[in-house]
Antibody, heavy 120, light 109 residues
C-alpha cells in the first residue's frame, strides 16, 4: 500500500527558505501515470495547490507562488522535495504531499501532513 | 478568494440527503473535470469523487457527484454522523492550474 510521509522543520524564520521532503514507500515514485504534488492549508482555511512534479523533473507551479518555488525529485531515494524562498507569516500552514493520478486527474494518495510555522 | 466557490457550511440530520455545490467558470468547471475530497478535522484529505462522478474503491455509493455547465455538486444520501467533515471541490483551471473551493463544513445535527 502506497504511503507518503512529509518531513522537514516545523519552524522557519521570516525571509528564510522552507524546505520539505516527501518520502514515498510501498511503491515507486517512477511511473508516467503520476505526478507528485505539494499542497497546503493555512489554519482555518481551505486547501491550496502549490505545485506538482513528474518523475523526470517536469514541473507545474501555482502562478501565485511560482517566483518563490523550487521542486525536485530524486528517484534513487524515492522522494521529492519542495523549497519556498523568502517566507512570511502567510506561509504558515499544514503542508501535504500527494500523488496526482493522471488517469483520474485527482490527488488519490495523501501524506498525513506536516505543520510549518513561520515565526522569528 | 478562490475562483471556485463553495458554501462555507451545510447541515442535515441522520438519514437525510444533503447537497454541496461548487461554482466556477468556463475556464475551470466549464471545461474540466471536478474532484471532491473529504477531510475529517485533524486528518489529511481523502479522495471521495473523481472526474465528476466516479467513486474510488471503498467509497460508499451514498456519495455521488454531478456536473452541469460551470457548476458541480456533491450529494450525500442517508446521512450518517461519520459524514461530519469538510468537503473540498477541486478542478483544473486553464489559467491558475489546480484550484480548490474554500471547503464546506458539513454538520450532522
Amino acid at each position: 500500500q502506497l504511503q507518503l510521509q512529509e518531513s522537514g522543520p516545523g519552524l522557519v524564520k521570516p525571509s528564510e527558505t522552507l524546505s520539505l521532503t516527501c518520502t514515498v514507500s510501498g511503491g515507486s515514485i517512477r511511473g508516467s501515470t503520476y505526478y507528485w504534488g505539494w499542497l497546503r492549508q493555512p489554519p482555518g482555511k481551505g486547501l491550496e495547490w502549490i505545485g506538482s512534479i513528474s518523475e523526470g523533473g517536469s514541473t507545474f507551479y501555482s502562478p501565485s507562488l511560482e517566483s518563490r518555488l523550487t521542486m525536485s525529485v530524486d528517484t534513487s531515494k524515492n522522494h521529492f522535495s519542495l523549497k519556498v524562498r523568502s517566507v512570511t507569516a502567510a506561509d504558515t500552514a499544514m503542508y501535504y504531499c500527494a500523488r496526482r493520478n493522471l488517469d483520474s486527474h485527482a490527488f488519490d494518495v495523501w501524506g498525513q501532513g506536516t505543520k510549518v510555522i513561520v515565526s522569528s | 478568494q478562490s475562483v471556485v466557490t463553495q458554501p462555507p457550511s451545510a447541515s442535515g440530520t441522520p438519514g437525510q440527503r444533503v447537497t454541496i455545490s461548487c461554482s466556477g467558470s468556463s475556464s475551470n468547471i466549464g471545461r474540466n473535470a471536478v474532484n471532491w475530497y473529504q477531510q475529517v478535522p485533524g486528518t489529511a484529505p481523502k479522495l471521495l469523487i473523481y472526474t465528476n462522478t466516479q467513486r474510488p474503491s471503498g467509497v460508499p455509493d451514498r456519495f455521488s457527484g454531478s456536473k452541469s455547465g460551470t457548476s458541480a455538486s456533491l450529494a450525500i444520501s442517508g446521512l450518517q454522523s461519520e459524514d461530519e467533515a469538510i468537503y473540498h471541490c477541486e478542478v483544473w483551471d486553464d489559467n491558475l492550474k489546480a484550484v480548490f473551493g474554500g471547503g464546506t463544513k458539513l454538520s450532522v445535527l
